[in-house]
């Protein structure tokens, strides 16, 4: 347990020391991580110069760039040394001054802390600034600490006059994201229960395999198999409407599609996945000068009803989260394929001309 422990806390510190440049700038992007990394040092040293801290060795020495990982969706992921010199390069002034030296088209964000809020009145409008800084203020948050926002189902699957619905929240440190999971938060004036999003195993678009180390673009497979049926059609197309008839690709039992929690595949590939991403097995983003938030799940999984972090329709956004970084194996970001962040499925998915309509099967999200 204590090697597991100390390895959440790497990954929740890690992750706070963490930032994604998009750009999209093709010579930048064909850089290797050393003439990455080189490049985003020239770029701070210019930022320094730029804002008069040239002869503040304090400022040079509290902030450092260690490395840099590509991404596989094109994104660049800087690690700094410390959740401070995170701030401080994405504090207005600088990131103008840094985004401006590093590339010309580019932008940066910070990895959030995910969490799901429960029940919200879909009268919420999650893609509005000003709606989330209302929340920060009505749970006395503070300001710009939700990075992002969006319905966990989309909105177009909603049953008829739907009036609540989960949604994900990104909040920008462990602190924010704990303490909106202790004490819940309000959307639209609706108090509303909060909990951490478990990291959950990938599942490969084309070949419906669960736990996949590629993604659909990259998969080896010659066609598309059904995550209903099984069949050699894509998903979209297929014509079966009957939970009974659904055929899983994975453990190849009928009455469950491919991305089904009740699959024994399924179960086998999350259990995996609880042990390489041991924060799963708790309540909150374990911290280190926090030993409240180091409380376990019984059984690492939540008490709370499992309604939000249920299996997407197969098109959606999923998961949510950029694969789990690994520890350092060989410097200060691991590298190698196995251990390379990769993009949610649907970004790196080449979209259907003339997408077909989803079969009306009942909705694998309760709501
Ligand atoms: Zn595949
Ligand atoms: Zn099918
Ligand atoms: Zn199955």
């Given at each position: 347990m204590a090697a597991s422990h100390n390895k959440a806390l790497y990954r929740t510190n890690l992750r706070s020391r963490q930032v994604v440049i998009d750009t999209d700038d093709e010579s930048t992007r064909d850089l290797s991580e050393k003439e990455i990394t080189a490049k985003a040092r020239l770029a701070l040293d210019a930022t320094f110069e730029r804002l008069g801290y040239e002869h503040d060795p304090d400022q040079h020495d509290g902030i450092k760039i260690l490395g840099a990982t590509k991404l596989k969706n094109g994104g660049i992921l800087l690690e700094l040394n410390t959740p401070d010199a995170v701030g401080f390069l994405t504090d207005d002034e600088t990131l103008t001054e840094f985004l401006a030296a590093f590339s010309g088209h580019a932008t940066i964000k910070t990895r959030g802390f995910q969490c799901i809020a429960e029940?919200?009145?879909?009268?919420?409008?999650?893609?509005t600034p000003s709606a989330l800084r209302a929340v920060e203020s009505d749970s006395r948050?503070?300001?710009?600490?939700?990075l992002k926002a969006r319905w966990?189902?989309?909105?177009?699957?909603?049953?008829?006059?739907?009036?609540v619905a989960h949604l994900f929240l990104d909040f920008d440190s462990p602190y924010t994201a704990n303490r909106a999971i202790d004490n819940g938060i309000f959307i639209e004036n609706k108090k509303v229960n909060v909990r951490k999003a478990k990291i959950e195993p990938r599942r490969c678009?084309?070949?419906?395999?669960?736990?996949?180390?590629?993604?659909a673009n990259a998969c080896s497979s010659p066609n598309d198999v059904c995550?209903?049926?099984?069949?050699?059609?894509?998903t979209a197309e297929c014509?079966?409407?009957?939970?009974?008839d659904y055929r899983c690709a994975?453990?190849?039992?009928?009455?469950?599609?491919?991305?089904?929690?009740?699959?024994p595949e399924y179960k086998k590939q999350a259990q995996l996945l609880d042990e390489r991403c041991p924060?799963?097995?708790?309540r909150l983003f374990p911290s280190?000068?926090?030993?409240?938030?180091?409380e376990c799940l019984d059984n690492h999984t939540?008490?709370?009803?499992?309604?939000?972090?249920a299996p997407p329709p197969p098109?959606?956004?999923?998961?949510?989260?950029?694969?789990p970084d690994e520890p350092p194996a060989d410097g200060p970001i691991a590298r190698g394929r196995n251990t390379l962040p990769h993009p949610p499925h649907s970004r790196a998915r080449a979209p259907a001309p003339t997408p077909a309509p989803a079969p009306p099967t009942p909705d694998p999200h309760p709501i």
């Open positions: 029940f919200v009145p879909t009268s919420f409008s999650p893609s948050l503070q300001s710009n600490t939700i966990i189902k989309p909105v177009e699957r909603r049953s008829p006059g739907q009036k678009l084309k070949c419906q395999v669960i736990g996949a180390r590629h993604i995550g209903y049926c099984r069949g050699k059609h894509r014509k079966v409407s009957d939970p009974t994975n453990c190849k039992q009928s009455g469950h599609a491919a991305w089904d929690k009740t699959c924060e799963n097995k708790f280190d000068d926090d030993p409240l938030s180091w939540s008490t709370l009803p499992d309604l939000g972090s098109f959606a956004e999923w998961p949510p989260e950029l694969e």
